[in-house]
């Protein structure tokens, strides 16, 4: 089996996970219907990144998918913390400063 060269994220979650829709375009993860964009997984990568233009588009796109890694391990995290009610609200946050 012969897959294409960029195979997208997103591709690569539904093909794990069994999707049924395609997710919009710029959307590389969606958690518990909160989505995970490409712009934030580019911005993210871009401010790890040591020197522009240093590595292959082979490593870049496994970098990008650590970065992707991360995030969806970040969002699955406070989604738990949210739920459990663990999440301090603003004013809370604001009182510690304070």
């Not at 580019?42 to 040591?50: A, T």
Request: charged share 20%; with cysteine.
């Amino acid at each position: 089996m012969h897959l294409p060269k960029r195979l997208t994220a997103a591709a690569v979650l539904c093909l794990l996970a069994g999707c049924h829709k395609a997710p919009p375009a710029n959307v590389a993860a969606t958690i518990n219907n909160r989505p995970i964009t490409f712009e934030e997984v580019d911005r993210i990568y871009q401010s790890q990144l040591s020197s522009p233009g240093a590595t292959s588009d082979d490593l870049a796109q496994i970098q990008k998918l650590e970065v992707l890694r991360s995030l969806i391990e970040s969002e699955i995290m406070l989604q738990r913390a949210e739920k459990m009610g663990l999440m301090a609200t603003d004013a809370e946050v604001d009182a510690k400063f304070a």
